[in-house]
């Protein structure tokens, strides 16, 4: 019998994580070694072709979820039953074919309660492929942003910034190497039936050793989430998570998207406008100009003072004065004070230092911010190698 083609090669090269569950996933797949030494102690199975063109019913497009830069994702089922997802990679993509090593590696290695679960993988002749487990109920981004749907409930939005800010947790201090996600964002948060969040896509990530500060490395991610050091300079760390993070939180309590889609520049970004707001509502209790609208109110104003105060210290301009990712977790759980939240990395940074120049050096203000926002949004639009990946919902 003539198996059918893999799926087609011509696509957009747009950004591929808006479609996993029925949600996300980025399809960044790469070559292995043909002997898959490397990769010989992993818990994931290794599946040839003809069993992936039988799960997905020949790669058909009623089992499509999505497409991106980097190939396809398709909906499949496996022969003891198991509904997975499988992302195929477009031939020829040397960055596609980079990240697919770099999922495998990952993924094979974290077990998390809030980490999407990798189940095998595909080598056979030209075609690389990772099979996922499929998750049911699409994507953050599609309940906040989809068109036509109920309003996400507050207590959904509170179980979602627990779930993921566990699993980010589980990456940065608790796997060995340690792992920097690189592209956190609403698109790559899966959710199941109950609203509970799963981490996504792993194809930027990076392993640090265990003293890291920080590694240098050419800028990837999502225009909208950026840290500003790590947009400026290529210098990553946890903390350039922890300011994605924080932008995500923000979507999650105002219900809008990180950067105006109407806006050609970073004037009208989510994070400069709701700065103020956070502030005075933190001071003074009242979070209705903050909140989505469509809450109509509907919420806990003791989550919330939680949440806000966590995407407060997420998105400081300074990488040093955010928190570590476990302290989100205890804050948002309600285990530890807010004003440890808040006052802990300032105090840290102004008494370990007693220069006032090392402290204003440490400060990153909102024009230079904006400015290297601007010069990353010139870079992604020049650069024809597709480098950078823009977000231009």
């Known amino acids: 019998m003539k198996l059918p083609p893999p799926p087609g090669q011509s696509m957009p090269s747009s950004d591929f994580s808006t479609v996993f569950s029925g949600g996300a996933l980025n399809a960044n797949a790469s070559p292995l070694s043909p002997n898959m030494g490397a990769f010989g102690g992993l818990n994931t199975s290794s599946f040839n072709y003809e069993e992936l063109v039988a799960a997905t019913n020949g790669f058909s497009q009623a089992n499509l979820l999505g497409q991106g830069g980097f190939g396809y994702v398709h909906k499949g089922v496996l022969p003891n039953g198991k509904v997975v997802a499988v992302k195929s990679l477009k031939s020829g993509s040397g960055q596609g074919e980079r990240e697919f090593q770099a999922e495998v590696e990952i993924i094979s290695r974290v077990h998390h309660r809030h980490l999407v679960s990798l189940v095998g993988y595909c080598i056979t002749d030209g075609q690389r492929m990772l099979v996922y487990e499929f998750v049911s109920n699409n994507t953050l981004e599609y309940h906040l942003h989809g068109n036509d749907l109920p309003t996400m409930e507050w207590g959904s939005r509170m179980r979602i910034a627990l779930g993921s800010a566990k699993g980010l947790a589980y990456l940065h201090e608790d796997c060995h190497p340690r792992i920097i996600h690189r592209d956190i964002k609403a698109a790559n948060i899966l959710l199941d039936d109950n609203f509970e969040a799963m981490v996504a896509d792993f194809g930027l990530a990076k392993l640090t050793t265990d003293n890291f500060t920080h590694v240098s490395t050419r800028v990837m991610g999502t225009f909208g989430y950026l840290a500003p050091e790590y947009a400026s300079s290529g210098k990553l760390s946890d903390k350039s998570d922890v300011f994605s993070f924080g932008v995500m939180l ?4 105002t219900g809008k998207r990180p950067v105006d889609p109407t806006s050609r520049l970073m004037e ?9 707001l956070l502030s005075k509502a933190l001071d003074d209790g009242n979070y209705d100009d903050l909140a989505d609208p469509r809450l109509e109110g509907n919420f806990d104003r003791n989550e919330m003072a939680r949440i806000a105060a966590c995407t407060s210290t997420s998105i400081r301009h300074s990488a040093r004065r955010r928190p570590k990712m476990s302290q989100v977790v205890r804050a948002l759980e309600g285990s530890s004070s807010l004003d440890d939240l808040i006052d802990g990395p300032k105090a840290m940074s102004q008494t370990s ?20 926002m601007m010069k990353f949004r010139k870079m992604i639009l020049m650069d024809e190698s597709k480098e950078y990946t823009s977000d231009d919902q």
């Open 250 to 253: 923000l979507e999650l309590i």
């Open 353 to 372: 230092r007693g220069s006032s120049s090392v402290t204003e050096s440490s400060m990153y203000d909102t024009g230079a911010y904006n400015a290297d």
């Open 268 to 276: 009208d970004s989510l994070v400069d406008w709701a700065r103020p």
